[in-house]
């Protein structure tokens, strides 16, 4: 009579007290299987140091392959199993894991923040544009992204692409002269101190620009309006309402466009043009008080004011200051061109400069003119000279549209004589 089979008995699985008192095998490491399906423990080191990992084998497009899971004791044996069965149910979502943003690293969040935390705290006066630029420029591309893996790579393309669609802009509208670099590296200035700004706020952050990332020279422009250009421009603007009042008012005055379209009827008494301190205290310079000139006062009188809005130049909508400018200059020029069809690319900045230059041939000092276009004071002079020079400063704007109205009204009522035919009369010939 045969004896009765022996049960199979089952593999032992491993316990938390097995697994410590396992060592690796000299010079090779040991492989120690447990009854989790997959589940092994790999043990490896000396006798100074032995790491235990946690690892389980599942196939892979067609061959075995092994997972890390952890390591012992920070995982015990309980917790390796259910890592294991939680792995094999879906090995995928493991191998290719989707990373979580949290909500305050996207670039949607960091660009809020630095709007919120940097721009308006300083009260620049170029928030509206630089918010602009991000809403147009930054925010579609990276807005979801993690800012932190925004990369030297991920600004360069973005930059790529800004340089290409305002050439393309460009091209469209038949345009001989476009700034592509000059956007993008506008652009590229307000990523840098986005960028600047977060690394004060999280100290595993690293900006991804550098030295070298600029698409164009930073080289000053040096446009300065010709005398014809000048009777053109002034001409023209006198039939463009809002925007041509604003460009003749930048000749006459010589002030940054900023300044100027926020000009209030308030901050005009009896002919005095004062811009407040607290709207302009963080800009680079002020002019402060000074008198208008009467031609500038002039155009004051043509506009006619819009109910509700304090503002000389309104905007077309709502009741701010006028703020269509890259709009209304490209229908200006559509028009300019007709009168002066081989006029070189301006700037509206270079009205300012224009100014400034035909100050210095209005025989105004140099120290005056520069108070008086609002240009900051460096040096000594602005820690001891606290003098005001208004009266200085209404005195160069009055010799300034003075120049101004004898190159606009230049050649107006003169007549080109007419040419007179004089009979020809042969002359002798010589033997």
Known sequence: MSSPAKKKSRPRGLTDERVAALKPVAGRSLVVNDTQRGLYLNISGGQRKVTKTWRVRHREHGCTSSFKLGHFPAMDVAAAREAAHQFLKNPQAALNPVTVVSNDDTTNAVAKNFMKRWVESKNLKSRDEIQRMLDKYVLPVWGERNFKDINRRDVSKLLDSIEDSVAARAKRNNKKVWNGKRQADMVLAIIRKMANWYMTTDH???????????RSENTPRQRVLTKDEIRAIWTEAKEFGVYGALVRMLLLTG?????????????????????????????????GRVKLPQLALDIIEE?????????????????????????????????????????????????????????????????????????????????????????????????????????????????????????????????
Do not use: C
Request: net charge positive; proline share 6%; aromatic share 8%.
């Open 204 to 214: 595993d952050f690293v900006s991804p620009i550098v030295r070298g990332m600029n």
């Open 255 to 287: 002030q940054r466009k900023e300044k100027v379209s926020m000009m209030r009827y308030s901050d005009i008494v009896d002919g005095v043009w004062t811009i407040p301190p607290n709207e302009y205290a963080k800009e680079k310079g002020n002019i």
């Open 303 to 431: 506009l006619i004011p819009v109910a509700g809005n304090p503002y000389v130049f309104p905007a077309r909508r709502g009741k701010g200051p006028f703020n269509t400018w890259s709009e209304s200059k490209a229908k200006f020029e559509q028009r300019l061109h007709r009168r002066a069809p081989d006029m070189d690319h301006w700037t509206v900045h270079d009205i300012r400069r224009t100014a400034r230059t035909l100050m210095s041939e209005a025989k105004v000092s140099d120290q005056t003119a520069e108070r008086a276009i609002g240009h900051k004071v460096v040096g000594i002079q602005r820690v001891y000279n606290l003098y005001d020079y208004e009266d200085e400063k209404s005195a160069a704007l009055e010799q300034l549209a003075k120049l101004i109205l004898k190159i606009v009204t230049a050649n107006r009522h003169v007549r080109k004589p007419r040419r007179i035919q004089r009979p020809v009369t042969a002359q002798p010939t010589s033997h």
